[in-house]
């Protein structure tokens, strides 16, 4: 079936580094998705990667997946206070369904 | 320009009402997406357009009709709503290219039914 899995609940300090967690169930995923959304916002593409990629780098943000496990992860270097937002994993399934993790809410301690 | 513009951004409807949110993409996308988000939700995809053609449909209840007059228009339709249908509705667009299949959103359409 499909489903995406992510931690609720994030807090880190300003400086430091943060990793947020998502698992997903479909095999067949060809892209993953991170999303960034403020309150009262719509949703903003952060990064994505292809499912035959392990890692991917971008400016601030490192995406790593491990496919054999079906986890992926985004590292936020260098945490700001700007960074306090909910992070959405979404999941290609199949040619045009994304599904989305629940959520994980970023609060970044100055 | 990786715009895509949703119309109006607030919307309060009476449940015997008639309305409509529009959605709107120049990037030459194939797909275009309707979710449907509570708050403190993720979005939950309701319909998916690919070439105007509607693809998907995720059992939506018929109160919502979508449509797509063309390639860079997307409608959503409303009628006879009720109040646990009031969320923010997102629309958002994908292309396949050479670097990847991105997905972009609007900022959504805050509809209130009561």
């Known amino acids: 079936g499909e489903d995406v899995e992510q931690s609720l609940f994030l807090s880190v300090r300003e400086g430091d580094s943060s990793v947020i967690n998502c698992t997903y169930t479909d095999s067949s995923s060809t892209y993953l998705y991170w999303y960034k959304q403020e309150p009262g916002a719509g949703l903003q593409l952060l990064t994505y990667?292809?499912?035959?990629?392990d890692m991917k780098q971008d400016q601030r943000l490192t995406v790593l997946l491990n496919k054999k496990d079906k986890h992926l992860s985004l590292r936020i270097a260098d945490t700001q206070t700007g960074d306090s937002a909910i992070y959405f994993c979404?999941?290609?399934?199949?040619?045009?369904?994304?599904?989305f993790g629940p959520g994980t809410s970023l609060s970044v301690i100055p | 320009d990786t715009e895509v513009t949703q119309t109006p951004k607030h919307l309060v409807m009476g449940m015997t009402n008639k309305k409509s949110l529009k959605c709107e993409q120049h990037m030459g996308h194939r797909a275009m997406y309707w979710y449907k988000q509570k708050a403190k939700k993720p979005p939950e995809l309701m319909f998916v357009y690919s070439y105007e053609k509607l693809s998907i449909n995720e059992s939506v209840p018929s109160r919502f009709s979508p449509e797509c007059p063309n390639s860079s228009l997307l409608n959503l339709h409303l009628h006879a709503l009720q109040p646990e249908d009031s969320a923010l509705y997102l629309c958002?667009?994908?292309?396949?290219?050479?670097?990847?299949?991105?997905?972009?959103f609007g900022e959504g359409s805050w509809l209130t039914v009561v």
């Open positions: 990667i292809f499912s035959n990629m």
């Open positions: 958002a667009s994908s292309q396949e290219s050479s670097s990847g299949n991105t997905i972009y």
């Open positions: 979404a999941e290609r399934t199949s040619y045009d369904k994304v599904i």
